[in-house]
């Protein structure tokens, strides 16, 4: 990196695993001790602990795309084993389907945007830990 480089990004590094995993916790990407969300998905605009902003995130549709891409990959198997060797009834199946989609899809849309919000701090995107 030239010396012009380095003297445009002054700002230390800031690790991404452990914003990553504050995330899914659901914590503040800074200090992991407070809440990230003030109700089941708005993001505090700061946490309540350290005072970090957290308003500059934009999560917008990755989140749903993500908790659909796991969702779909967790229960694809779990659909193929129980047509394949339980066979029961077509509304059976589908209510069972539904059900486990359906709060998969709550627990994990949540995790998700904390990821996605902690990739984004640990990243300084969007306003994160540096100049506009």
Not at 36 to 50: I, S
Not at 66 to 84: E, N, R, S, Y
Request: positive net charge.
């Amino acid at each position: 990196m030239s010396e012009t480089e380095e003297s445009r990004d002054p700002q230390p590094e800031r690790p991404t695993r452990p914003a990553v995993v504050r995330g899914l916790r659901r914590r503040c990407p800074n200090c992991g001790q407070g809440p990230l969300f003030e109700g089941y998905l708005k993001v505090a605009d700061a946490c309540p602990v350290c005072g970090e902003d957290l308003h500059h995130h934009r999560a917008d549709d990755g989140p749903a795309y993500l908790t659909i891409l796991v969702v779909g990959h967790l229960m694809a198997p779990v659909i193929h084993v129980l047509f394949v060797r339980l066979r029961p009834d077509p509304l059976v199946l589908a209510t069972l389907l539904t059900l486990g989609c359906v709060a998969l899809s709550l627990y994990l849309l949540p995790r998700m945007k904390g990821l996605v919000v902690g990739i984004q701090w640990a990243r300084r995107m969007h306003g994160f830990g540096g100049a506009a």
